[in-house]
T-cell receptor, first 112, second 111 residues
Framework: AQSVTQLDSQVPVFEEAPVELRCNYSSSVSVYLFWYVQYPNQGLQLLLKYLSGSTLVKGINGFEAEFNKSQTSFHLRKPSVHISDTAEYFCAVTQGGRALTFGSGTRLQVQP | DTEVTQTPKHLVMGMTNKKSLKCEQHMGHRAMYWYKQKAKKPPELMFVYSYEKLSINESVPSRFSPECPNSSLLNLHLHALQPEDSALYLC??????????FGPGTRLLVL
């Protein structure tokens, strides 16, 4: 069975500061990893994904994530956040084409 | 183009009503999904269709009835819902076994 843990339910940060949202997963086999963002009253938008290859993955809106197999982590980072980055962020995992398993989400609150 | 469309955007229905949610994609994806999302929670998988056949039903009550008329279209028929079924219903599509792309959702309120 696979599971995803997002330890931080909320992350407050000031505008233009760097941010890291943490995601750890557990799986006994190779996985695909994803970060989705959900703005208020909207659906989920794919930020970035790791399927294979380079462990540093760049996504939209200046976000990037690093796959660390030994630590079973896939943390999301942005060097300088904007007010518009305020949203809910979900880490998700799937293995071998099975359905997505989501983490509980992290609310990023960017303050001026 | 990675667009999944959903209609309606909002829906209010009584517990005796019958309504349907519609989802459409034109990306050639052969897997389509329904998720239910309650406030401040992650999406929960309800159904998966693969090559127009139901492949996963996550023990969803029979008052929710999915239908996949063709490879581009996914419906969710609703009948005799309960107030606790009020939620955001999200549709997603993917090539089988790969990245899922989500629609904007239908916000459902059951009175």
């Amino acid at each position: 069975a696979q599971s995803v843990t997002q330890l931080d339910s909320q992350v407050p940060v000031f505008e233009e500061a760097p941010v890291e949202l943490r995601c750890n997963y557990s799986s006994s086999v190779s996985v695909y990893l994803f970060w989705y963002v959900q703005y208020p009253n909207q659906g989920l938008q794919l930020l970035l994904k790791y399927l294979s290859g380079s462990t540093l993955v760049k996504g939209i809106n200046g976000f990037e994530a690093e796959f660390n197999k030994s630590q079973t982590s896939f943390h999301l980072r942005k060097p300088s956040v904007h007010i518009s980055d305020t949203a809910e962020y979900f880490c998700a995992v799937t293995q071998g084409g099975r359905a997505l398993t989501f983490g509980s989400g992290t609310r990023l609150q960017v303050q001026p | 183009d990675t667009e999944v469309t959903q209609t309606p955007k909002h829906l209010v229905m009584g517990m005796t009503n019958k309504k349907s949610l519609k989802c459409e994609q034109h990306m050639g994806h052969r897997a389509m999904y329904w998720y239910k999302q309650k406030a401040k929670k992650p999406p929960e998988l309800m159904f998966v269709y693969s090559y127009e056949k139901l492949s996963i039903n996550e023990s969803v009550p029979s008052r929710f009835s999915p239908e996949c008329p063709n490879s581009s279209l996914l419906n969710l028929h609703l009948h005799a819902l309960q107030p606790e079924d009020s939620a955001l219903y999200l549709c997603a599509s993917s090539q089988v076994g790969t990245t899922q792309y989500f629609g904007p959702g239908t916000r459902l309120l059951v009175l």
